[in-house]
């Protein structure tokens, strides 16, 4: 039988490349939900293309338009955030790709798990955010969650097969991002462009300022926390330039695996929706001689801060992380909109991580208000 998709935030760059695998192996899998917040040409054009049994627009004021253009469907058009949380329930999905920016995958992520749904996570800041109540949830419900980000993915791939053997430490892979080398003097004049150009991997401008400030693998550390079990000490970041080894694994006995390939997201989403098989692909193969050096340095975490501010918050625990990206989703969006320079992000995090009330054993509604208390300080501070 066919698996059959939900895919939040279909029209993103993650959403956009699993529907090009989904399209790629017709006879495995089968679209049933697709959402999107605003963009309305795009989410008409997939729908036509996939036919779900449902499509989501968040804009409400957009929902007239989509209904209007996809009425010759079957598919039924619903508006609201809210609403993601029920069709996520429905008995036609087997897995949810999260691929919602921000704090805004939480709620459906949970919702889906409780209905006894798998997961494609590829909202790092889910796990970031709650990352133990997450888990429990999917423990109590027997549910699975696989890693779409590519270096979570490298790790649960070097992990199959070694269900029994102690992880000694893991190494997240990290670009170094378009500003690699910098000093904070040089930082001072970079702009929203540059930033905008990441050297190896196609993303959503939220992830690629992220990944630009190293924020990103900021995230990723604590988002690997929650997957694989692990404590702060047990996970290092290393600077890979050429972004062809995803992510490494050190077991007890010293030896390592990493898994490789190109920068292609396509690779780890076919994964985590086919899993635990692997379907053929006519993606380009990686060549040794293509690539006779491939390098790593430290993180510079003196000039880019947000590193440390993650695995600070990562190691206090509670609430903190959740603050922490809040406060992130605030400053990349005032950059992106040019009322702050590059090197403010970190001093607007840094200040918001300060000020915001400390709870050391949250429940679901402390991280909601956590995240309003982090975004109303932080807008308070532009």
């Not at 253009?69 to 508006?79: I, N, R, S």
């Not at 690699?180 to 929203?192: I, Q, S």
């Not at 077991?251 to 898994?259: E, L």
């Not at 989403?269 to 690539?291: E, G, K, V």
Request: hydrophobic letters at 45%; a negative charge.
């Amino acid at each position: 039988m066919k698996k059959r998709v939900a895919i939040l935030g279909s029209t993103g760059s993650i959403g956009t490349q699993a529907l090009d695998v989904i399209s790629n192996h017709p006879s495995e899998f089968e679209v049933t939900v697709l959402t999107a917040r605003n963009n309305v040409d795009l989410l008409v054009k997939q729908a036509l293309q996939f036919i779900p049994l449902h499509v989501v627009i968040i804009n409400t004021a957009l929902f007239e338009q989509v209904s209007d253009a996809l009425k010759d469907l079957p598919t039924k058009v619903h508006c609201g955030e809210k609403i993601l949380e029920e069709i996520v329930q429905i008995h036609e999905i087997d897995i949810v790709l999260t691929a919602l920016v921000g704090f805004a995958g939480l709620f459906p992520t949970l919702a889906a798990l409780k209905a006894g749904k798998d997961i494609a996570l590829a909202n790092k800041e889910t796990l970031v955010v709650a990352g133990d109540l997450v888990k429990k949830i999917a423990r109590i419900n027997n549910r699975s969650i696989y890693p779409v980000d590519s270096e979570h993915s490298a790790i649960f791939q070097c992990l199959v097969g070694e269900e029994n053997n102690p992880i000694e430490k893991i190494y997240l892979t990290a670009s170094g991002g378009p500003f690699r080398g910098m000093t904070t003097n040089e930082l001072l004049k970079v702009t929203k462009k540059e930033a905008l150009k990441h050297p190896n991997w196609s993303m959503g401008n939220k992830v690629t300022i992220d990944s630009a400030s190293l924020m990103n693998k900021g995230l990723e550390a604590i988002e690997a926390r929650w997957l694989f079990n692990l404590n702060p000490g047990q996970i290092d970041v290393i600077v890979h330039p050429q972004s062809i080894i995803h992510s490494i694994v050190q077991f007890c006995d010293g030896s390592m695996k990493a898994q490789m390939g190109l920068p292609d997201m396509r690779l780890p989403i076919q994964y985590a929706l086919s899993h635990p098989l692997r379907f053929p692909s006519s993606l380009p193969r990686f060549n040794f001689i293509d690539y006779p050096s491939l390098t790593f340095e430290k993180p510079d975490i003196k000039v880019f801060r947000n590193l440390s501010l993650a695995f600070y918050a990562m190691e206090k625990g509670g609430n903190l992380p959740c603050i922490m990206n809040a406060a992130n989703e605030i400053a990349v969006e005032a950059f992106l909109d040019e009322k702050i320079s590059f090197i403010d992000i970190p001093k607007l995090i840094e200040k918001v991580m300060d000020k915001v009330e400390f709870i050391i054993n949250p429940g679901i509604d402390d991280y909601t208000a956590s995240d309003f208390k982090a975004r109303d300080f932080a807008l308070s501070l532009l």
